[in-house]
């Protein structure tokens, strides 16, 4: 059987994974859903196109050798720790060398939109699953003994599955970024090929509209059954809700995204790293992470002048209540005087953005 590399980089994908990675994002499910289900192909794509010419091919080569054998596995114990967030701040800085700061930019940029989440998000989600595209296709090079030239050779027979895992709608919002510039026209016939599927089912449904029963009475049973399993996995993150609403009954979800969610995510990553300062070196590792927390609560503060009035007052209240905690943390993390001096600037930035998030 042919290969087909999205499908087996899909596989690793599970919805209790895409459930914790909605979790640490504050995303919907459905958001993060869409999230992966562009990345993947798109990521895909921009390899096609580098590995087209012979010195992006061994510079690809090259990476791919690099990645540990086990970098599939790591996805699967994903729990937003400090090892997630290395992941994801090597995955990007990776992609960037790969594709170019603009490409790698572009390319969140078109991924954010099409999501409904901001750019800050979108570059983190992309650092995550990064490493992940890229360890298939090194598992591949690995199993085929493949050179530089037989990995062109085998992203390049990979087009046809790439263009069909392109969502609706997302290959003409990336077809500007230029990653799907080396596949020709193979994209536009795939996606042409899933509008006529569509249409090609909404004609077939309409006309066995009498045998629709047995089909919903399948449907059902497999959910249910869906349910039960999903129920019984030992390790199961509680899954966002379809809307997420306070305590005074005010939603606080825009575009998808739980803004509520997204800000405790940039709390808790805050936290996480400043638990593993206890000297210069260790203060100087925790920079990244407080920087993309404050990434975090910049996309949040734009997110949140979209609520209503009620909303922002309930997102201001969440966030006042925290602040006296984060302060205690602040003040302990930064009792060293040469601790201080490296993390003052990043804690005085947070200190700011979340002192203006609790003012609605």
């Known amino acids: 059987m042919a290969t087909n590399l999205v499908s087996q980089i899909m596989d690793y994908l599970t919805p209790d994974i895409i459930s914790k990675i909605a979790g640490y994002f504050g995303l919907e499910r459905s958001s993060a859903q869409k999230v992966i289900s562009a990345s993947v192909p798109a990521l895909l794509a921009g390899l096609v196109g580098l590995s087209s010419k012979p010195e992006g091919a061994r510079q690809l080569s090259s990476v791919l050798s690099q990645q540990p054998s086990g970098m599939l596995d790591n996805l699967r114990s994903f729990s937003g720790g400090s090892q997630q967030q290395t992941l994801m701040e090597n995955g990007a800085s990776l992609l960037s060398s790969l594709f170019g700061g603009g490409g790698f930019n572009s390319l ?57 895992a392109m969502p609706s709608g997302f290959s003409s919002l990336l077809s500007g970024t230029g990653l799907l510039d080396r596949l020709g026209d193979t994209w536009r016939s795939g996606t042409a090929a899933v509008s006529e599927a569509a249409r ?86 925790a920079v990244p992470r407080l920087r993309q927390a404050a990434v975090n609560l910049d996309n949040a503060s734009g997110l949140a002048n979209q609520l209503p009035a009620s909303g922002r007052n309930a997102l201001a209240s969440r966030v006042a209540a925290e602040i006296p905690a984060l302060d205690r943390d602040f003040t302990t993390a930064m009792a060293r005087p040469e601790i201080a001096e490296v993390l003052r600037p990043e804690i005085d930035s947070l200190r700011t953005k979340l002192n203006a998030l609790s003012r609605g």
Do not use: C, H, Y
């Open 108 to 164: 969140a940029g078109v991924i954010g939109k099409f999501a409904g989440i901001g750019e800050g998000t979108s570059k983190s989600m992309l650092g995550l699953l990064g490493p992940l595209v890229l360890g298939g296709v090194a598992q591949q090079q690995r199993q085929s003994g493949l050179d530089a030239d037989g990995l062109s050779s085998f992203l390049a027979s990979q087009k046809d599955n790439i263009a069909s």
């Open 200 to 285: 090609s089912g909404t004609t077939a449904a309409s006309a066995a509209s009498s045998n629709w029963l047995p089909w919903a009475l399948g449907l059902l049973a497999l959910a249910g059954l869906g349910w039960w399993l999903t129920s019984q996995t030992g390790n199961r993150v509680a899954q966002q809700p379809s809307t997420t609403i306070t305590e005074t009954g005010q939603s606080l979800v825009v575009g998808g995204v739980n803004v509520a969610g997204q800000v405790t995510a940039a709390i808790n990553a805050m936290r996480s790293a400043l638990q593993g300062v206890r000297d210069t070196n260790s203060a100087q590792a």
